[in-house]
């Protein structure tokens, strides 16, 4: 299989783009997450192939394989041991987090978060008339890392803490250590863990990610960690 392109410059103006169309052409947009490189060319084959049936029904829920093979990644990548059942796909992270707060809180709960943190997390308690909480992060040489003396404080009478792990922006990975503390404290208050996991693949410098429930079945009985758009290890509830 060819290498993949990240050296070729598409104009992206074109078409409609979020991206590209809101500001004028002088200037060089980087506030999303929108990466200008062409789609993996087995991708736009599967979507090829796909078209080459006329008719575009209703989706179903996916099928079983897919399921089974990001099973077996969860395992493979990170030593995470889930069902095939457990996976639910979503249209997105933010719309996945967001429902999982409707499911598990209330209005007026006290909703946790670290800050700074990706907009849509900021602004997920006032969706659900939370109260929400901030923790910010610590400053350390290589970045950032958990207050965990405050977001113990915080958590106290909170009821769900939503993580995003790694970090946006600041891009920190989460370290086994830092996850054990978070989880210990969320498990103290009975705090709900939602985690946003989404670049759990965008990671560098050696780095490992854990996804927090996989840290011991104790921890992801409470948990709802998002992963690539797709919760799992739901809890018992939503099982």
């Known amino acids: 299989m060819a290498a993949h392109d990240f050296d ?77 059942a457990d996976i639910v796909f979503l249209p997105g992270v933010v719309p996945g987090f967001n429902q999982a707060l409707k499911a598990f809180t209330d209005p007026s709960d006290r909703l946790v978060v670290e800050t700074p943190v ?39 009478d909170a009821k769900a803490f939503l993580l995003c792990n790694p970090h946006n922006p600041t891009g920190k990975v989460r370290t086994r250590a830092e996850l054990e503390a978070i989880a210990k404290a969320c498990l103290a208050s009975g705090a709900v863990i939602i985690s946003d996991e989404i670049h759990c693949d965008v990671i560098y410098g050696g780095n490992q990610h854990v996804p ?24 018992p509830a939503l099982a």
């Open 212 to 235: 927090i429930a996989a840290l011991s079945p104790e921890i992801a009985m409470p948990s709802f960690p998002t992963l690539s758009c797709a919760f799992a290890s739901p809890p």
């Open 118 to 156: 990706y907009p849509p997390i900021l602004a997920a308690a006032g969706n659900w008339g939370l109260t929400r909480v901030d923790v910010p992060v610590r400053p350390i040489s290589e970045g950032s890392a958990v207050d965990i003396d405050r977001l113990t404080g915080a958590l106290a």
């Open 8 to 84: 070729t410059v598409l104009d992206r103006r074109q078409v409609p783009t979020s991206k590209w169309d809101r500001y004028p052409e002088d200037v060089l947009p980087m506030w999303v997450a929108d990466m200008d490189f062409p789609v993996a060319e087995p991708i736009a084959a599967a979507l090829r192939d796909r078209l080459d049936h006329p008719v575009f029904g209703y989706g179903g829920p996916g099928p079983a394989t897919l399921r089974d093979v990001i099973a077996a990644d969860m395992q493979d990548l990170y030593g995470w041991s889930i069902s095939p």
